[in-house]
């Protein structure tokens, strides 16, 4: 018997089971909240050079005096998108009456546009012209951190269990997050994000693999979806609080509070039963699977389910062989780019949404609601089309939405601007559906005595998409002009298309009975060596054991099956 059995048995979602993984879900807001908040702490507002000796200097014009020394002192930017060059301006003295042909200097401080912005983490720092690339860079550590959290948590999780380890990650993060408020400069800050990076994830991938653990075979694989929904919902609450605070701070104070309710977890949650096993401590394990099955009315007599010291535990391969086996390298590298891709292409899009003209809020807010449909497509259509055919499309479909924003951003400008932001919402709700997709594919096409070592790879090297995005989301800056603003796009738009193509030299794997070991992963989707349709010989005494087994009746004769050679 294996542990799986035993929640066949107790009920393989009942109320205990659906009542922890509600409990587990929660989490999946604040880390939505996390994964995202640095599209709004970092990004720049629109800014000009201050003017050197004038008082009280602000964006908006003061006054006709005030208009007229920028309109002298600021060299107009050949980017039509800009009145005023953002990083110089011509040495001047207010008392000399005309500033012309002075020499051009470097911005030493900056004032800023309010209107959309009251401050961001960027603004406060000035981390624009030369110290712009450090944007991009603030970002990147942070999913580092996001990659180092999921090794190191998943490892720790292992060692000393899930519910510690949860509860760990849960005052990291408490801690270093309210000392991010008061970051003092941007290094401390960088700092800072890699700790939340890697403490918010970790706690994420913990509730992932928490809940899984209690669900039965037969629901495991939908039990994945449902928890992508509420990382949707803590989107939509990072809008909300973006748009009606305007300030980073206040921002990081809002996604922070709800963290502190996580630490009664420590005892409204379990410990995962089937980790207690694998650590020989049965009686624990024992009670809390009568535990569930009550909950779950399932009468149990005795009080013991079975004796947990004799479940099987399968036998575990090592993960390197999925690299040494032609086949299964080839399939393993496609999935990897494909997490890769969809990672870069769900988290940069959203990043690019300051470039996509309109209002930035209810941009954020229609790239965050998207993720509703996305999700409950992949429900209602993964087992009715496939994993291959239902991927590919996502893919292609979101790609070929980016690479067409090239011409409504090129040729349209302005006045395509609408048409630019529904094709961007195409292009993630590809890679918010692919992102479903992508892991019940996976799930099944790697073998059972490695699946667990592929899953963990392949969510680490998702992580490299999610920082390598702040650059691509960037790139355009250092084209300019309007085909630079198209380019991030054009980028996602391309790799998703050939993520998509790729896809198709992958097996179908719904309906399929999945692989257990190597040798049958070698062998999932591929025909037997020899097989041909033109070369098939049936015995007509199996066929006729079949047809007296069915009626008692001998139906053929050998000489009555001819069969045909150009079939």
């Known amino acids: 018997m294996r542990f799986d059995d035993i929640l066949i048995r107790i ?287 399932v009468d149990m007599k005795g009080d013991k389910l079975v004796d947990l010291s004799t479940l099987e535990t399968p036998k575990q391969g090592n993960i390197w062989e999925l690299f040494k086996s032609k086949v299964l390298f080839f399939r393993t590298m496609i999935l990897f780019y494909n997490w890769i891709v969809i990672s870069m292409v769900y988290y940069g899009v959203t990043m690019h949404t300051g470039n996509l003209g309109g209002n930035f809020y209810l941009n954020f807010f229609i790239l965050a609601v998207v993720e509703f449909p996305a999700k409950a497509m992949t429900m209602v259509l993964l087992n009715r089309i496939g994993r291959k055919k239902m991927h590919c499309t996502c893919m292609m479909i979101g790609g070929i939405a980016c690479l067409c924003t090239i011409f409504t951003v090129v040729y349209g400008g302005d006045s395509l601007q609408p048409v630019t932001l529904t094709l961007a919402i195409i292009g993630k709700f590809g890679s918010a559906a692919a992102f479903g997709v992508i892991y019940i594919y996976s799930l099944e096409l790697y073998p059972t005595v490695v699946r667990n070592g592929g899953m963990g790879m392949s969510s680490c090297v998702a992580r490299v998409g999610g920082m390598v995005a702040p650059y691509v989301a960037k790139s355009g800056d250092l084209v300019g002009g309007r085909f630079g603003q198209a380019l991030p796009l054009v980028i996602f738009g391309g790799c998703s298309v050939l993520a998509g193509i790729l896809t198709l030299f992958l097996p179908e794997t719904h309906g399929r009975k999945l692989p257990e070991t190597i040798q049958d992963g070698e062998e999932f989707g591929r025909k037997p060596k020899g097989a041909s349709t033109a070369n098939l010989v049936i015995s007509t005494d199996t066929i006729n054991s079949i047809s007296t087994g069915l009626n008692g009746k001998q139906l053929m004769k050998d000489e009555d099956f001819k069969p045909n050679k150009s079939d």
């Not at 949707?232 to 809008?239: I, R």
């Open 11 to 297: 009920g393989e979602f009942g109320y205990f089971q659906r009542r922890l993984y509600l409990l587990l879900c929660m989490p999946a807001i604040v880390t939505a909240c996390y994964m995202m908040i640095l599209v709004f702490v970092m990004e720049p507002p629109e800014h000009r050079c201050k003017l050197p000796e004038w008082e009280n200097d602000t964006y908006e014009i003061q006054s006709e005096e005030h208009r007229k020394w920028i309109n002298y002192t600021i060299p107009p930017s050949n980017d039509e998108q800009h009145v005023y060059d953002q990083c110089h301006y011509y040495a001047w003295n207010k008392s000399e009456s005309s500033p012309i042909n002075r020499t051009v200097e470097a911005c030493s401080e900056w004032v800023y546009d309010k209107s959309v912005f009251l401050e961001t983490f960027t603004s406060r720092h000035n981390l624009v012209c030369g110290e712009s690339i450090k944007t991009s860079v603030a970002e990147m550590v942070f999913y580092f951190g996001v990659l180092v959290g999921d090794i190191s948590f998943g490892l720790l999780s292992d060692v000393i269990g899930r519910k510690k380890t949860f509860s760990i990650t849960v005052i990291i993060l408490l801690a270093s997050s309210t000392a991010t408020v008061f970051a003092p400069e941007f290094y401390s800050f960088c700092a800072l994000e890699f700790i939340n990076g890697a403490a918010v994830h970790g706690a994420f991938m913990v509730c992932c693999v928490l809940g899984l653990e209690m669900v039965g075979p037969s629901k495991r694989v939908w039990a994945g979806i449902p928890i992508h929904i509420f990382f949707a919902v803590g989107l939509v609450y990072l809008a909300g609080i973006e748009y009606f605070t305007r300030n980073w701070q206040y921002v990081q104070i809002a996604i922070t509070a709800p963290v502190t309710l996580f630490l009664l977890y420590w005892w409204l949650i379990t410990e995962s039963p089937r980790w207690l096993v694998s650590q020989s401590r049965y009686d624990e394990a024992n009670t809390i699977i009568l535990k569930a099955a009550k909950a779950n009315n």
